[in-house]
């Protein structure tokens, strides 16, 4: 990380003397540096950091090295809009925002009510976007929605799962999201039942009478649809296969890493949609040789798959920059907007002037088997959910 | 029958945990009149304890390995060393503060052990195998339920009778009894007010640590935030309880467990979100009936 | 209602405290840089809610955790009434027509939140106020946690958990800062009369207050649904400072920080409420600014991330270990020689 802060921080010496204020291109972070949203932001900001140095090395965006600004949102949504506020006031061309949909959106409205694009580092709500935001808004992940549909889509046609069980943690939009996919995904699955469906929050220090209604089925169910994150993903995985319930369980991203996985040793029949692989193993080489790259570069491998947005992001930005020759705002979004299937490290994005994120995406499927994670296969749900599915 | 034990299984193993929070909350507050918040950190911290300070996703397991007979002691110990030292740094200077400085005081010493936490391992939460045997189902009476479940509900009886025993045979015990009923009372009849204070608080640290081992093992999570949920539905048991009354401090925290476990078995799918709004109305209801809670401790009426 | 001779032995504490506020607008006014514009507002925002807070708690004698809740509430209603119709149609779809129609300026947005706060405040207080010391701390707090269950999951009205966007954002500090002022004044007009002054003889003298006809009940409900009112407005325009709302943002964090604020400044002092939050909210700002780095000569030092927080606790910790009772004791600002008020002699009638 040091040698890259240096790089950066020479870049912006350098810059900073030789350029009038509009002629330099400044990308402004207002995320978390402290506090909780920290253990996620700093991943994908590191990635999109790796991103902007690559093309700096390679003689800049429109021949000009790009800046960079930070402020801390100390993981509170009022420091947030401060946090917006002071990288616009530092002349940011592009605001990227928290992780997540609810604390980055203060500082996102920031920049959308001063004309700039904001790019949400990892954010997997449609809000985060036009529909909530605003029409100058983007993220740079993939709907949360879209995760539970492959997840669905996949275990049907490639495992035979018949019979669901539908298992809720009410705590965050996001696990709504992964359920609201998998909900409807369902009735395009011929003959494929859901034979129950529960919730639970995240701090529950015990889910065993959620457990006790999976048990009392007649028959235990083919897959569970887990839609929950950490830290309580955990708990209810373990309380699960101890309670002795082995369906497979189908999982959003949230889940992705293996540094979790001592706490259920053994872990088996448990399946997780990634953009890429973090396990060295991914099906694209150049994933791999990233993976490399960002552990040189920050001193440990990524932790998640969330690492990766940042990278797309970045370079989703600078390439609509480049066609549209400028960083102005409306000719930089109407650039992105004619994305269709923009290859990048991590799959095929698109946008459209309807929305602002990837409402169908390439999947890879990891498997843990034995306490053991690998990508076994991978998945693009047949058609994209309808923005007025997600809407709902 | 097997349905119904299940439930009865659920619903006591989650009340064992409020019932152990609860206690460690009463029994402080019994000595000293202060509502302790920072014994949800005490929680998070037992835990913590077990890892070697890294903000790198993966935990690194430290006392962690430790066989269990010397990984119990270690975390309890823990637990309570923590809970001695929060005594003598700051609340040995509160005796006299009223109740809500005090209350802000221990509020503020919680949120200085979670930024510390937090400081040290991030926010990311860690995973750590605690006492993996435990996580084999057993079949008993028809329900088929995890071993810890089981070893939960027995930890707790084993704990209420070994502190009633210690509360009722013991000087030291007798002592505690006294300063919770009337502490100037028996602070003149020569009760060492240090002495019975600093039990207290290793006490309830020792809870707060058993508590940490279970949430510990059952959820396989170090978590920052882990000790805050049961702390609150404990700091509630304490008060329908009786403030100052450890037996109702123990009936109220079971009592907490069955409703929320039974809400969670009755209410229809749509209205499952909302079981929290109706354990809280069913805490307003009992404070509206029993004001002085379920068994009122004598010496806390107030007057009027 | 009270005599002219208190109004006049009192009036220079809500005019001291006016000025303090007025003079922090203009520092931010002057400086013009906008995070610190947004500093202040916050802080505007924290002052009606700790004096909405004093209100109740500081005149009672009893602690709410509970109040949060009608910010909460007041958050809610400013999403409901000023969201563009379209926007509202796709969020929150289960509103009645009426209300998905409606499209107010903030202030009236203000003024409903703060109406809608409290009736629910007097619905919740008809019940709970019947309570007293920790019982009533406990059955407040469980209105919290209903109140942000229910926000939390019910979809079609609220859009549970999700982040409700679009209410137009406010970036001027001076409504902000009348509405401080404004707060500032009404529970000094509270604290002056007659039920302000039975409420805390109340609080001092049960007792002997009940005996000379005080109604305790009557009096701590006219205190919480007049501070019901009070944070109900500042939950609308906290909504329009940042926004958004979420019924997170409404909950136990808020509900420690105001009442720390309280108690650090004086529980029983409406001095004590207003200074409560300059001194920590500049504390709190001070020592950001150390932990982004500050220069000296060519280095900069910097605190590591997370030593805010820790300083924070710590310096609270120890405010209180060396008074007790907060920075203001029961005393308020006059502008006199500093003159402790007995407990026994509430209001100095």
Same mark, same amino acid.
């Given at each position: 990380?040091?040698?890259?802060?240096?790089?950066?921080?020479?870049?912006?010496?350098?810059?900073?003397?030789?350029?009038?204020?509009?002629?330099?291109?400044?990308?402004?972070?207002?995320?978390?540096?402290?506090?909780?949203?920290?253990?996620?932001?700093?991943?994908?900001?590191?990635?999109?950091?790796?991103?902007?140095?690559?093309?700096?090395?390679?003689?800049?965006?429109?021949?000009?090295?790009?800046?960079?600004?930070?402020?801390?949102?100390?993981?509170?949504?009022?420091?947030?809009?401060?946090?917006?506020?002071?990288?616009?006031?530092?002349?940011?061309?592009?605001?990227?925002?928290?992780?997540?949909?609810?604390?980055?959106?203060?500082?996102?409205?920031?920049?959308?009510?001063?004309?700039?694009?904001?790019?949400?580092?990892?954010?997997?709500?449609?809000?985060?976007?036009?529909?909530?935001?605003?029409?100058?808004?983007?993220?740079?992940?993939?709907?949360?929605?879209?995760?539970?549909?492959?997840?669905?889509?996949?275990?049907?046609?490639?495992?035979?799962?018949?019979?669901?069980?539908?298992?809720?943690?009410?705590?965050?939009?996001?696990?709504?999201?992964?359920?609201?996919?998998?909900?409807?995904?369902?009735?395009?699955?011929?003959?494929?039942?859901?034979?129950?469906?529960?919730?639970?929050?995240?701090?529950?220090?015990?889910?065993?009478?959620?457990?006790?209604?999976?048990?009392?089925?007649?028959?235990?169910?083919?897959?569970?649809?887990?839609?929950?994150?950490?830290?309580?993903?955990?708990?209810?995985?373990?309380?699960?296969?101890?309670?002795?319930?082995?369906?497979?369980?189908?999982?959003?991203?949230?889940?992705?890493?293996?540094?979790?996985?001592?706490?259920?040793?053994?872990?088996?029949?448990?399946?997780?949609?990634?953009?890429?692989?973090?396990?060295?193993?991914?099906?694209?080489?150049?994933?791999?040789?990233?993976?490399?790259?960002?552990?040189?570069?920050?001193?440990?491998?990524?932790?998640?798959?969330?690492?990766?947005?940042?990278?797309?992001?970045?370079?989703?930005?600078?390439?609509?920059?480049?066609?549209?020759?400028?960083?102005?705002?409306?000719?930089?979004?109407?650039?992105?907007?004619?994305?269709?299937?923009?290859?990048?490290?991590?799959?095929?994005?698109?946008?459209?002037?309807?929305?602002?994120?990837?409402?169908?995406?390439?999947?890879?499927?990891?498997?843990?088997?034995?306490?053991?994670?690998?990508?076994?296969?991978?998945?693009?749900?047949?058609?994209?959910?309808?923005?007025?599915?997600?809407?709902? | 029958?097997?349905?119904?034990?299940?439930?009865?299984?659920?619903?006591?193993?989650?009340?064992?945990?409020?019932?152990?929070?609860?206690?460690?909350?009463?029994?402080?507050?019994?000595?000293?009149?202060?509502?302790?918040?920072?014994?949800?950190? *005490?929680?998070?911290?037992?835990?913590?304890?077990?890892?070697?300070?890294?903000?790198?996703?993966?935990?690194?397991?430290?006392?962690?390995?430790?066989?269990?007979?010397?990984?119990?002691?270690?975390?309890?110990?823990?637990?309570?060393?923590?809970?001695?030292?929060?005594?003598? *740094?700051?609340?040995?200077?509160?005796?006299?503060?009223?109740?809500?400085?005090?209350?802000?005081?221990?509020?503020?010493?919680?949120?200085?052990?979670?930024?510390?936490?937090?400081?040290?391992?991030?926010?990311?939460?860690?995973?750590?195998?605690?006492?993996?045997?435990?996580?084999?189902?057993?079949?008993?009476?028809?329900?088929?339920?995890?071993?810890?479940?089981?070893?939960?509900?027995?930890?707790?009886?084993?704990?209420?009778?070994?502190?009633?025993?210690?509360?009722?045979?013991?000087?030291?015990?007798?002592?505690?009894?006294?300063?919770?009923?009337?502490?100037?009372?028996?602070?003149?009849?020569?009760?060492?007010?240090?002495?019975?204070?600093?039990?207290?608080?290793?006490?309830?640290?020792?809870?707060?640590?058993?508590?940490?081992?279970?949430?510990?093992?059952?959820?396989?999570?170090?978590?920052?935030?882990?000790?805050?949920?049961?702390?609150?539905?404990?700091?509630?048991?304490?008060?329908?309880?009786?403030?100052?009354?450890?037996?109702?401090?123990?009936?109220?925290?079971?009592?907490?467990?069955?409703?929320?476990?039974?809400?969670?078995?009755?209410?229809?799918?749509?209205?499952?979100?909302?079981?929290?709004?109706? *354990?809280?109305?069913?805490?307003?209801? *009992?404070?509206?009936?029993?004001?002085?809670?379920?068994?009122?401790?004598?010496?806390?009426?107030?007057?009027? | 209602?009270?005599?002219?001779?208190?109004?006049?032995?009192?009036?220079?504490?809500?005019?001291?405290?006016?000025?303090?506020?007025?003079?922090?607008?203009?520092?931010?006014?002057?400086?013009?840089?906008?995070?610190?514009?947004?500093?202040?507002?916050?802080?505007?925002?924290?002052?009606?809610?700790?004096?909405?807070?004093?209100?109740?708690?500081?005149?009672?004698?009893?602690?709410?955790?509970?109040?949060?809740?009608?910010?909460?509430?007041?958050?809610?209603?400013?999403?409901?009434?000023?969201?563009?119709?379209?926007?509202?149609?796709?969020?929150?779809?289960?509103?009645?027509?009426?209300?998905?129609?409606?499209?107010?300026?903030?202030?009236?947005?203000?003024?409903?939140?703060?109406?809608?706060?409290?009736?629910?405040?007097?619905?919740?207080?008809?019940?709970?106020?019947?309570?007293?010391?920790?019982?009533?701390?406990?059955?407040?707090?469980?209105?919290?946690?209903?109140?942000?269950?229910?926000?939390?999951?019910?979809?079609?009205?609220?859009?549970?958990?999700?982040?409700?966007?679009?209410?137009?954002?406010?970036?001027?500090?001076?409504?902000?800062?009348?509405?401080?002022?404004?707060?500032?004044?009404?529970?000094?007009?509270?604290?002056?009369?007659?039920?302000?002054?039975?409420?805390?003889?109340?609080?001092?003298?049960?007792?002997?207050?009940?005996?000379?006809?005080?109604?305790?009940?009557?009096?701590?409900?006219?205190?919480?649904?007049?501070?019901?009112?009070?944070?109900?407005?500042?939950?609308?325009?906290?909504?329009?400072?940042?926004?958004?709302?979420?019924?997170?943002?409404?909950?136990?964090?808020?509900?420690?920080?105001?009442?720390?604020?309280?108690?650090?400044?004086?529980?029983?002092?409406?001095?004590?409420?207003?200074?409560?939050?300059?001194?920590?909210?500049?504390?709190?700002?001070?020592?950001?600014?150390?932990?982004?780095?500050?220069?000296?000569?060519?280095?900069?030092?910097?605190?590591?991330?997370?030593?805010?927080?820790?300083?924070?606790?710590?310096?609270?910790?120890?405010?209180?270990?060396?008074?007790?009772?907060?920075?203001?004791?029961?005393?308020?600002?006059?502008?006199?020689?500093?003159?402790?008020?007995?407990?026994?002699?509430?209001?100095?009638?």
């Amino acid at each position: 990380m040091n040698r890259l802060t240096a790089i950066l921080a020479a870049t912006t010496c350098l810059s900073g003397a030789a350029f009038a204020d509009d002629e330099r291109i400044i990308v402004g972070f207002a995320t978390a540096e402290t506090g909780f949203m920290q253990a996620y932001d700093k991943p994908a900001q590191d990635a999109a950091m790796i991103r902007i140095a690559e093309i700096n090395d390679a003689g800049g965006l429109l021949g000009k090295q790009i800046e960079v600004v930070n402020a801390d949102t100390k993981t509170d949504r009022a420091e947030g809009a401060k946090a917006g506020l002071s990288v616009i006031d530092q002349g940011a061309d592009l605001v990227v925002v928290s992780c997540d949909y609810d604390f980055g959106a203060p500082a996102a409205l920031a920049a959308e009510s001063n004309g700039l694009i904001s790019f949400f580092l990892c954010a997997e709500s449609i809000k985060a976007g036009i529909q909530g935001v605003g029409p100058n808004s983007f993220s740079a992940s993939v709907l949360g929605a879209v995760q539970g549909a492959t997840m669905a889509e996949w275990a049907y046609n490639k495992k035979e799962a018949r019979t669901f069980y539908r298992l809720l943690d009410t705590w965050t939009e996001y696990n709504k999201s992964i359920c609201d996919g998998f909900d409807w995904m369902m009735p395009q699955l011929a003959d494929a039942e859901l034979v129950g469906q529960d919730t639970f929050l995240n701090e529950d220090a015990s889910i065993a009478a959620q457990i006790t209604r999976i048990k009392s089925l007649p028959e235990e169910p083919d897959a569970i649809m887990l839609c929950t994150m950490m830290p309580g993903a955990v708990s209810a995985i373990k309380q699960l296969r101890a309670a002795g319930i082995n369906s497979m369980i189908l999982n959003g991203s949230g889940v992705d890493g293996s540094y979790w996985l001592s706490a259920v040793p053994d872990l088996s029949n448990f399946f997780v949609p990634v953009q890429g692989s973090i396990y060295g193993d991914d099906p694209n080489p150049a994933v791999n040789e990233f993976n490399a790259k960002y552990t040189e570069v920050t001193g440990g491998a990524p932790a998640t798959q969330y690492t990766y947005p940042g990278y797309v992001m970045i370079d989703v930005w600078a390439k609509a920059v480049e066609r549209a020759g400028t960083t102005e705002t409306s000719a930089v979004v109407a650039e992105l907007e004619k994305m269709k299937g923009e290859p990048t490290l991590f799959g095929p994005r698109t946008f459209t002037s309807e929305l602002h994120h990837q409402n169908q995406a390439r999947y890879l499927i990891v498997e843990t088997n034995n306490g053991t994670p690998g990508v076994v296969d991978e998945w693009t749900i047949s058609s994209p959910i309808p923005v007025a599915d997600l809407m709902k | 029958m097997g349905g119904i034990m299940q439930v009865v299984f659920d619903a006591l193993s989650l009340g064992s945990l409020y019932a152990l929070g609860a206690l460690g909350i009463a029994l402080i507050f019994g000595v000293m009149r202060l509502v302790n918040f920072a014994h949800g950190d *005490v929680i998070a911290f037992s835990v913590f304890a077990l890892l070697w300070p890294s903000v790198d996703a993966v935990a690194i397991i430290f006392a962690g390995n430790l066989p269990w007979f010397l990984l119990i002691p270690f975390t309890l110990a823990v637990g309570a060393g923590l809970s001695v030292l929060s005594e003598v *740094v700051v609340f040995r200077r509160f005796r006299r503060a009223n109740p809500a400085t005090m209350m802000i005081a221990s509020f503020a010493l919680g949120f200085v052990i979670r930024y510390f936490l937090l400081m040290l391992f991030s926010s990311r939460p860690k995973s750590i195998s605690l006492l993996p045997g435990l996580s084999q189902p057993v079949e008993i009476l028809g329900a088929r339920i995890p071993l810890l479940q089981l070893i939960t509900i027995l930890v707790t009886i084993g704990v209420l009778i070994g502190l009633t025993a210690f509360l009722r045979r013991t000087r030291f015990g007798l002592e505690m009894r006294a300063a919770a009923e009337n502490f100037t009372m028996a602070r003149m009849l020569g009760v060492r007010a240090n002495r019975v204070i600093m039990g207290a608080f290793a006490l309830s640290g020792a809870l707060a640590a058993a508590i940490a081992l279970i949430l510990g093992s059952q959820t396989g999570t170090a978590n920052i935030m882990m000790g805050a949920s049961v702390m609150l539905m404990a700091f509630i048991a304490t008060v329908i309880g009786g403030m100052g009354s450890l037996a109702g401090a123990v009936i109220a925290g079971f009592a907490l467990g069955a409703i929320a476990t039974v809400m969670q078995v009755i209410l229809p799918p749509d209205a499952r979100a909302f079981r929290d709004a109706f *354990v809280y109305g069913a805490v307003i209801l *009992v404070l509206i009936f029993r004001p002085q809670g379920l068994l009122a401790a004598r010496g806390t009426k107030e007057r009027v | 209602m009270a005599r002219p001779s208190i109004l006049r032995r009192t009036i220079a504490t809500p005019l001291i405290l006016s000025a303090l506020l007025v003079a922090f607008a203009l520092a931010a006014w002057f400086a013009g840089s906008r995070p610190f514009n947004q500093t202040v507002i916050d802080i505007f925002l924290q002052v009606v809610f700790v004096v909405g807070l004093y209100t109740f708690v500081g005149n009672s004698g009893v602690i709410s955790f509970g109040h949060i809740a009608f910010a909460c509430l007041g958050g809610y209603v400013a999403a409901w009434t000023t969201i563009k119709p379209m926007m509202k149609g796709s969020a929150m779809p289960g509103l009645p027509d009426w209300l998905m129609q409606m499209e107010i300026p903030y202030w009236a947005a203000a003024l409903a939140g703060g109406g809608f706060a409290a009736f629910w405040a007097l619905v919740f207080g008809a019940v709970l106020m019947r309570l007293s010391g920790i019982a009533a701390s406990i059955a407040t707090f469980a209105m919290l946690a209903m109140v942000n269950a229910i926000y939390s999951n019910w979809s079609s009205v609220t859009a549970a958990t999700s982040s409700v966007v679009g209410i137009p954002i406010l970036r001027s500090i001076w409504p902000y800062m009348i509405a401080a002022i404004l707060a500032v004044f009404i529970a000094w007009a509270f604290s002056i009369s007659r039920y302000g002054l039975a409420l805390r003889a109340a609080r001092d003298e049960p007792t002997a207050a009940a005996a000379s006809g005080v109604n305790i009940a009557r009096v701590r409900l006219i205190a919480f649904v007049i501070s019901g009112a009070i944070m109900g407005a500042g939950g609308a325009l906290y909504a329009h400072s940042i926004g958004i709302v979420t019924p997170d943002t409404f909950y136990l964090g808020l509900t420690f920080t105001t009442l720390s604020m309280l108690v650090v400044g004086g529980m029983g002092s409406l001095s004590g409420a207003v200074l409560g939050v300059l001194i920590l909210s500049s504390l709190i700002q001070g020592l950001r600014w150390l932990e982004a780095g500050v220069q000296i000569g060519t280095s900069t030092i910097a605190l590591p991330g997370g030593v805010q927080e820790i300083a924070l606790g710590a310096v609270m910790i120890l405010i209180l270990m060396f008074r007790p009772t907060g920075i203001m004791g029961n005393s308020e600002l006059t502008g006199r020689r500093a003159r402790t008020e007995k407990p026994g002699e509430p209001g100095t009638t």
